[in-house]
Protein backbone atom coordinates (compact mmCIF):
# COMPACT_ATOMS: atom_id res chain seq x y z
CA UNK A 1 0.00 0.00 0.00
CA UNK A 2 1.18 3.26 -0.95
CA UNK A 3 2.34 5.33 2.24
CA UNK A 4 -0.11 8.27 3.16
CA UNK A 5 -2.91 6.21 2.52
CA UNK A 6 -5.75 5.22 5.36
CA UNK A 7 -7.60 2.02 4.79
CA UNK A 8 -11.16 2.16 6.29
CA UNK A 9 -10.16 -0.37 9.10
CA UNK A 10 -7.14 2.07 10.27
CA UNK A 11 -9.47 4.99 10.03
CA UNK A 12 -11.94 2.37 12.22
CA UNK A 13 -9.72 1.32 14.78
CA UNK A 14 -7.95 5.33 15.77
CA UNK A 15 -11.97 6.62 15.84
CA UNK A 16 -13.08 3.68 18.04
CA UNK A 17 -9.72 3.59 20.26
CA UNK A 18 -10.74 3.99 23.91
CA UNK A 19 -14.81 3.28 23.23
CA UNK A 20 -16.85 0.05 24.37
CA UNK A 21 -17.07 -0.99 20.82
CA UNK A 22 -13.28 -0.71 19.83
CA UNK A 23 -13.02 -3.70 17.75
CA UNK A 24 -15.83 -5.51 17.50
CA UNK A 25 -17.83 -2.58 15.67
CA UNK A 26 -14.54 -2.07 13.67
CA UNK A 27 -14.36 -5.50 12.63
CA UNK A 28 -18.16 -5.43 11.72
CA UNK A 29 -17.79 -2.70 9.59
CA UNK A 30 -14.99 -4.54 7.38
CA UNK A 31 -17.22 -7.44 7.33
CA UNK A 32 -19.54 -5.06 5.50
CA UNK A 33 -17.55 -3.38 3.16
CA UNK A 34 -16.94 -7.37 1.99
CA UNK A 35 -20.51 -7.14 1.34
CA UNK A 36 -19.85 -3.92 -0.23
CA UNK A 37 -17.41 -5.14 -2.28
CA UNK A 38 -19.36 -8.02 -3.79
CA UNK A 39 -22.66 -5.95 -4.91
CA UNK A 40 -20.03 -3.13 -6.38
CA UNK A 41 -18.48 -6.03 -8.62
CA UNK A 42 -21.90 -7.43 -9.64
CA UNK A 43 -23.38 -3.89 -10.69
CA UNK A 44 -20.42 -2.97 -12.38
CA UNK A 45 -20.52 -6.06 -14.22
CA UNK A 46 -24.09 -5.02 -15.85
CA UNK A 47 -25.66 -7.31 -18.41
CA UNK A 48 -22.66 -8.79 -19.22
CA UNK A 49 -22.89 -10.68 -15.18
CA UNK A 50 -26.84 -11.94 -16.25
CA UNK A 51 -27.44 -10.17 -12.98
CA UNK A 52 -30.21 -7.48 -14.34
CA UNK A 53 -33.91 -7.25 -14.25
CA UNK A 54 -36.83 -8.91 -11.86
CA UNK A 55 -38.01 -12.06 -10.17
CA UNK A 56 -41.37 -13.97 -10.14
CA UNK A 57 -40.92 -12.59 -6.16
CA UNK A 58 -42.51 -9.47 -4.27
CA UNK A 59 -40.69 -8.17 -1.11
CA UNK A 60 -42.74 -7.90 1.89
CA UNK A 61 -44.30 -4.34 0.56
CA UNK A 62 -45.71 -6.00 -2.20
CA UNK A 63 -42.35 -4.42 -4.52
CA UNK A 64 -41.17 -6.77 -7.39
CA UNK A 65 -37.59 -7.95 -6.66
CA UNK A 66 -34.50 -7.42 -8.59
CA UNK A 67 -32.26 -10.48 -9.38
CA UNK A 68 -29.97 -7.96 -7.90
CA UNK A 69 -31.98 -6.97 -4.66
CA UNK A 70 -31.69 -10.64 -3.79
CA UNK A 71 -28.20 -11.14 -4.55
CA UNK A 72 -26.88 -8.14 -2.75
CA UNK A 73 -29.47 -9.27 0.17
CA UNK A 74 -27.43 -12.73 0.27
CA UNK A 75 -23.86 -10.78 0.09
CA UNK A 76 -24.63 -8.91 3.02
CA UNK A 77 -25.86 -12.02 5.34
CA UNK A 78 -22.48 -14.28 4.05
CA UNK A 79 -20.09 -11.20 4.74
CA UNK A 80 -21.62 -10.57 8.17
CA UNK A 81 -22.80 -13.56 10.00
CA UNK A 82 -20.53 -15.92 10.74
CA UNK A 83 -18.02 -13.68 12.46
CA UNK A 84 -19.53 -13.38 15.93
CA UNK A 85 -20.25 -9.90 15.66
CA UNK A 86 -23.65 -9.96 14.99
CA UNK A 87 -27.01 -11.44 17.03
CA UNK A 88 -29.13 -10.76 14.08
CA UNK A 89 -30.09 -9.34 10.49
CA UNK A 90 -32.94 -7.33 9.25
CA UNK A 91 -32.94 -6.14 5.75
CA UNK A 92 -35.70 -4.43 3.36
CA UNK A 93 -35.64 -7.73 1.14
CA UNK A 94 -36.71 -10.00 3.99
CA UNK A 95 -39.99 -10.26 5.88
CA UNK A 96 -38.46 -10.98 9.23
CA UNK A 97 -35.52 -10.46 10.95
CA UNK A 98 -33.04 -13.38 10.05
CA UNK A 99 -31.51 -15.73 12.41
CA UNK A 100 -28.46 -16.67 12.18
CA UNK A 101 -27.45 -20.79 11.79
CA UNK A 102 -27.56 -22.13 15.21
CA UNK A 103 -23.21 -23.07 14.70
CA UNK A 104 -22.44 -19.48 14.47
CA UNK A 105 -21.55 -17.17 17.01
CA UNK A 106 -23.90 -14.31 18.46
CA UNK A 107 -22.57 -10.87 18.79
CA UNK A 108 -23.45 -7.66 20.78
CA UNK A 109 -25.07 -5.78 17.34
CA UNK A 110 -27.88 -5.71 15.16
CA UNK A 111 -27.39 -4.93 11.81
CA UNK A 112 -30.50 -3.76 9.40
CA UNK A 113 -29.74 -2.88 5.43
CA UNK A 114 -31.22 -1.82 1.92
CA UNK A 115 -28.90 -3.90 0.48
CA UNK A 116 -29.66 -2.49 -2.98
CA UNK A 117 -31.26 1.02 -3.14
CA UNK A 118 -32.80 2.53 -6.04
CA UNK A 119 -32.86 -0.97 -7.64
CA UNK A 120 -35.03 0.16 -10.41
CA UNK A 121 -31.83 2.21 -11.52
CA UNK A 122 -29.90 -1.35 -12.30
CA UNK A 123 -31.57 -1.79 -15.57
CA UNK A 124 -30.45 1.64 -17.17
CA UNK A 125 -26.85 1.73 -15.33
CA UNK A 126 -27.82 4.59 -12.90
CA UNK A 127 -25.76 4.93 -9.75
CA UNK A 128 -27.21 2.74 -6.76
CA UNK A 129 -26.19 1.81 -3.36
CA UNK A 130 -26.41 -0.35 -0.12
CA UNK A 131 -27.48 1.22 3.33
CA UNK A 132 -26.76 0.30 6.61
CA UNK A 133 -27.80 0.76 10.31
CA UNK A 134 -25.87 -1.10 13.37
CA UNK A 135 -27.60 -1.26 16.61
CA UNK A 136 -26.35 -2.78 19.64
CA UNK A 137 -28.34 -5.95 21.02
CA UNK A 138 -27.74 -5.90 25.08
CA UNK A 139 -30.53 -9.14 25.74
CA UNK A 140 -29.42 -12.62 25.65
CA UNK A 141 -30.94 -14.67 22.85
CA UNK A 142 -31.50 -13.90 19.71
CA UNK A 143 -33.30 -10.72 18.89
CA UNK A 144 -36.91 -10.55 18.27
CA UNK A 145 -38.79 -8.10 16.43
CA UNK A 146 -39.37 -5.88 19.01
CA UNK A 147 -35.75 -5.85 19.86
CA UNK A 148 -34.67 -3.79 16.04
CA UNK A 149 -37.27 -1.64 17.04
CA UNK A 150 -35.19 1.11 18.58
CA UNK A 151 -34.67 4.89 17.45
CA UNK A 152 -32.13 6.11 14.95
CA UNK A 153 -30.83 8.17 17.82
CA UNK A 154 -29.25 4.67 19.42
CA UNK A 155 -27.85 3.50 16.43
CA UNK A 156 -23.80 2.74 16.97
CA UNK A 157 -23.12 3.02 13.21
CA UNK A 158 -24.80 3.83 9.88
CA UNK A 159 -23.41 4.22 6.39
CA UNK A 160 -24.21 3.64 3.16
CA UNK A 161 -22.18 2.39 -0.06
CA UNK A 162 -22.73 4.14 -3.28
CA UNK A 163 -22.08 2.14 -6.64
CA UNK A 164 -21.43 5.01 -9.56
CA UNK A 165 -18.60 5.70 -11.39
CA UNK A 166 -16.03 5.11 -8.38
CA UNK A 167 -17.67 3.13 -5.33
CA UNK A 168 -17.53 5.34 -1.96
CA UNK A 169 -18.35 4.46 1.26
CA UNK A 170 -19.33 7.03 3.32
CA UNK A 171 -19.77 5.79 7.03
CA UNK A 172 -20.05 7.44 10.85
CA UNK A 173 -19.43 6.07 14.10
CA UNK A 174 -20.85 9.39 15.98
CA UNK A 175 -18.15 10.87 14.99
CA UNK A 176 -18.52 12.67 12.45
CA UNK A 177 -18.88 11.80 8.60
CA UNK A 178 -16.03 10.41 6.22
CA UNK A 179 -16.42 9.20 2.49
CA UNK A 180 -13.74 6.43 1.80
CA UNK A 181 -13.22 5.47 -1.98
CA UNK A 182 -12.70 1.89 -3.46
CA UNK A 183 -9.66 1.65 -4.70
CA UNK A 184 -10.06 -1.92 -7.73
CA UNK A 185 -6.26 -2.61 -7.86
CA UNK A 186 -5.61 -3.42 -3.95
CA UNK A 187 -9.47 -3.79 -2.88
CA UNK A 188 -9.84 -1.57 -0.58
CA UNK A 189 -11.25 1.82 0.84
CA UNK A 190 -9.20 4.79 1.19
CA UNK A 191 -10.07 7.73 3.26
CA UNK A 192 -10.60 10.14 0.20
CA UNK A 193 -13.16 12.65 1.78
CA UNK A 194 -12.97 13.25 5.51
CA UNK A 195 -14.98 15.23 8.54
CA UNK A 196 -17.95 15.47 5.47
CA UNK A 197 -20.07 19.20 5.62
CA UNK A 198 -23.07 20.06 4.28
CA UNK A 199 -23.41 23.78 3.94
CA UNK A 200 -26.74 25.34 5.62
CA UNK A 201 -27.88 27.08 2.73
CA UNK A 202 -28.22 25.67 -0.83
CA UNK A 203 -30.44 26.29 -4.19
CA UNK A 204 -31.12 22.70 -5.08
CA UNK A 205 -33.70 20.94 -3.84
CA UNK A 206 -34.76 17.13 -4.95
CA UNK A 207 -38.18 15.51 -4.79
CA UNK A 208 -40.39 13.64 -7.36
CA UNK A 209 -42.71 16.03 -8.55
CA UNK A 210 -44.79 13.90 -10.76
CA UNK A 211 -46.44 13.55 -6.61
CA UNK A 212 -47.14 17.13 -6.50
CA UNK A 213 -50.69 17.09 -6.47
CA UNK A 214 -50.77 14.64 -3.73
CA UNK A 215 -48.23 16.19 -1.48
CA UNK A 216 -49.66 17.91 1.94
CA UNK A 217 -49.84 21.99 2.05
CA UNK A 218 -46.48 23.10 3.16
CA UNK A 219 -44.42 20.78 0.68
CA UNK A 220 -46.33 22.71 -2.21
CA UNK A 221 -45.72 26.12 -0.49
CA UNK A 222 -42.01 25.43 -0.70
CA UNK A 223 -41.57 23.78 -3.96
CA UNK A 224 -43.77 26.35 -5.17
CA UNK A 225 -41.38 29.61 -3.36
CA UNK A 226 -38.41 27.52 -4.68
CA UNK A 227 -39.70 27.43 -8.19
CA UNK A 228 -41.12 30.83 -8.25
CA UNK A 229 -37.29 32.04 -8.75
CA UNK A 230 -36.12 35.54 -8.44
CA UNK A 231 -39.53 36.61 -8.94
CA UNK A 232 -41.10 34.98 -5.74
CA UNK A 233 -40.33 35.20 -2.14
CA UNK A 234 -37.28 33.53 -2.26
CA UNK A 235 -35.85 36.02 -4.25
CA UNK A 236 -33.42 33.35 -6.19
CA UNK A 237 -33.70 31.04 -8.46
CA UNK A 238 -33.48 27.49 -7.28
CA UNK A 239 -31.98 23.91 -9.28
CA UNK A 240 -33.76 20.40 -9.42
CA UNK A 241 -32.25 17.17 -9.27
CA UNK A 242 -34.09 13.55 -9.28
CA UNK A 243 -31.96 10.35 -9.47
CA UNK A 244 -35.17 8.42 -7.90
CA UNK A 245 -32.09 6.54 -5.92
CA UNK A 246 -31.88 8.21 -2.17
CA UNK A 247 -28.08 7.22 -2.02
CA UNK A 248 -27.25 9.30 -4.91
CA UNK A 249 -29.37 12.15 -4.44
CA UNK A 250 -27.68 12.03 -0.80
CA UNK A 251 -24.39 12.24 -1.97
CA UNK A 252 -25.02 14.62 -4.29
CA UNK A 253 -25.98 16.87 -0.95
CA UNK A 254 -22.76 15.40 1.11
CA UNK A 255 -20.77 16.71 -1.97
CA UNK A 256 -22.14 20.09 -2.27
CA UNK A 257 -25.26 20.95 -0.30
CA UNK A 258 -29.07 20.61 -1.00
CA UNK A 259 -32.06 19.07 0.40
CA UNK A 260 -34.09 15.62 -0.34
CA UNK A 261 -37.96 15.18 -0.04
CA UNK A 262 -39.49 12.00 -0.41
CA UNK A 263 -42.70 14.26 2.06
CA UNK A 264 -45.93 12.22 2.86
CA UNK A 265 -48.63 12.05 -0.06
CA UNK A 266 -51.80 10.92 -0.08
CA UNK A 267 -51.54 8.60 -3.33
CA UNK A 268 -51.92 5.79 -1.40
CA UNK A 269 -52.97 6.97 2.26
CA UNK A 270 -52.44 3.83 4.11
CA UNK A 271 -48.56 4.66 3.27
CA UNK A 272 -47.26 7.30 5.79
CA UNK A 273 -44.22 8.34 3.07
CA UNK A 274 -42.37 5.95 0.75
CA UNK A 275 -39.14 5.77 2.41
CA UNK A 276 -38.58 3.22 5.32
CA UNK A 277 -37.48 4.67 9.03
CA UNK A 278 -35.36 1.55 9.83
CA UNK A 279 -33.08 0.70 6.94
CA UNK A 280 -33.70 3.83 4.59
CA UNK A 281 -34.62 7.08 7.02
CA UNK A 282 -32.48 6.33 10.21
CA UNK A 283 -29.19 5.83 9.01
CA UNK A 284 -29.34 8.12 6.03
CA UNK A 285 -30.59 10.93 8.76
CA UNK A 286 -27.69 10.00 10.89
CA UNK A 287 -25.30 10.10 8.13
CA UNK A 288 -26.69 13.86 7.22
CA UNK A 289 -26.55 15.04 10.43
CA UNK A 290 -23.22 13.99 11.65
CA UNK A 291 -22.34 15.81 8.68
CA UNK A 292 -23.65 19.40 9.71
CA UNK A 293 -27.30 18.88 7.91
CA UNK A 294 -30.49 18.18 9.39
CA UNK A 295 -33.29 15.01 8.86
CA UNK A 296 -36.75 15.85 9.80
CA UNK A 297 -40.21 14.25 8.92
CA UNK A 298 -41.71 17.73 8.53
CA UNK A 299 -42.93 17.61 12.44
CA UNK A 300 -39.96 16.35 14.23
CA UNK A 301 -36.20 14.72 14.01
CA UNK A 302 -36.26 11.26 12.15
CA UNK A 303 -33.85 9.88 14.70
CA UNK A 304 -36.13 10.40 17.45
CA UNK A 305 -38.74 8.53 15.83
CA UNK A 306 -40.07 5.65 17.95
CA UNK A 307 -40.25 3.02 15.36
CA UNK A 308 -43.41 0.81 15.34
CA UNK A 309 -42.91 -2.06 12.94
CA UNK A 310 -39.57 -3.30 10.91
CA UNK A 311 -41.04 -2.29 7.48
CA UNK A 312 -42.43 1.24 8.83
CA UNK A 313 -42.63 4.27 6.14
CA UNK A 314 -41.63 8.00 7.17
CA UNK A 315 -41.87 11.26 5.61
CA UNK A 316 -37.90 12.05 4.73
CA UNK A 317 -36.67 16.01 4.38
CA UNK A 318 -32.96 15.68 4.87
CA UNK A 319 -29.87 18.02 3.87
CA UNK A 320 -28.96 21.78 4.22
CA UNK A 321 -30.10 22.61 7.76
CA UNK A 322 -31.59 26.24 6.64
CA UNK A 323 -33.88 24.66 4.56
CA UNK A 324 -34.88 22.11 6.88
CA UNK A 325 -35.55 24.45 9.65
CA UNK A 326 -37.69 26.12 6.96
CA UNK A 327 -39.92 23.18 6.03
CA UNK A 328 -40.46 22.60 9.92
CA UNK A 329 -41.49 25.87 10.25
CA UNK A 330 -44.08 25.74 7.10
CA UNK A 331 -45.43 22.14 8.12
CA UNK A 332 -45.51 24.26 11.97
CA UNK A 333 -47.66 27.24 10.38
CA UNK A 334 -50.05 24.66 8.75
CA UNK A 335 -50.84 22.51 11.60
CA UNK A 336 -51.47 25.92 13.52
CA UNK A 337 -54.03 27.09 11.08
CA UNK A 338 -51.25 30.17 9.93
CA UNK A 339 -50.12 29.56 6.68
CA UNK A 340 -50.92 32.28 4.60
CA UNK A 341 -49.20 31.49 1.56
CA UNK A 342 -52.00 30.36 0.16
CA UNK A 343 -54.11 33.85 0.08
CA UNK A 344 -50.47 35.17 -1.88
CA UNK A 345 -50.80 36.05 -5.43
CA UNK A 346 -47.94 33.81 -6.27
CA UNK A 347 -50.52 30.81 -5.85
CA UNK A 348 -54.08 32.62 -6.95
CA UNK A 349 -52.79 34.74 -9.78
CA UNK A 350 -49.57 32.05 -11.29
CA UNK A 351 -51.26 28.68 -10.06
CA UNK A 352 -48.61 27.22 -9.43
CA UNK A 353 -50.11 24.29 -8.52
CA UNK A 354 -52.07 23.53 -11.44
CA UNK A 355 -50.82 21.20 -14.22
CA UNK A 356 -50.53 23.02 -17.70
CA UNK A 357 -53.11 20.94 -19.10
CA UNK A 358 -55.62 22.96 -16.44
CA UNK A 359 -54.87 26.48 -17.39
O1 LIG B 1 -40.05 5.87 -7.69
P1 LIG B 1 -39.72 7.15 -7.01
O2 LIG B 1 -40.91 7.85 -6.47
O3 LIG B 1 -38.86 8.05 -7.85
O4 LIG B 1 -38.90 6.73 -5.68
C1 LIG B 1 -37.55 6.73 -5.64
C2 LIG B 1 -37.14 6.39 -4.25
O5 LIG B 1 -37.40 5.02 -4.00
C3 LIG B 1 -36.23 4.37 -3.62
O6 LIG B 1 -35.70 3.82 -4.78
C4 LIG B 1 -36.49 3.27 -2.65
O7 LIG B 1 -35.44 2.35 -2.55
P2 LIG B 1 -35.46 0.80 -2.99
O8 LIG B 1 -34.95 0.67 -4.40
O9 LIG B 1 -34.52 0.23 -1.98
O10 LIG B 1 -36.87 0.28 -2.84
C5 LIG B 1 -35.30 5.48 -3.13
O11 LIG B 1 -33.97 5.15 -3.27
C6 LIG B 1 -35.68 6.63 -4.03
O12 LIG B 1 -35.44 7.87 -3.49
MG1 LIG C 1 -34.07 1.90 -0.76
MG1 LIG D 1 -33.67 -1.65 -1.77
Same mark, same amino acid.
Given at each position: ???????????????????????????????????? +?? $?????? +????????????????? #????? +?????????????????????? %??????? /?????????????????? /??? /?????????????? $????????? $???????????????????????????? %??????????????????????????????????????????????????????????? +? !??????? #???????? $??????????????????????????????????????????? %??????????????????????????????? %???????????????????????? !???????????????????
Amino acid at each position: MQSGRTTVSKFLIEQLHGTDDQADLAALLVDVTAAV +KA $ISAMTS +KGALGGFLGALDTQNVQ #GEVQK +KLDVLSNDAMIQACEWGGLVAG %MASEEMD /DPYTLPKEFERGPYMLIF /DPL /DGSSNTDVNVSVGT $IFSVLRHTK $IGDPTVADYLRPGVEQVAAGYAIYGPAT %MLVLTVGKGTHGFTLDREIGNFILTHPNLQIPADTSEFAINTSNERFWEPPIQRYVAEC +K !AGKTGPR #GRDFNTRW $IASMVADVHRILMRGGIFMYPKDTKDPSKPGRLRLMYEANPIG %MIIEQAGGAASTGRGRILEVQPSSLHQRVPV %MLGSKNEIERLERYHAEYDRGEDK !AFESPLFKERSLYRDEASR
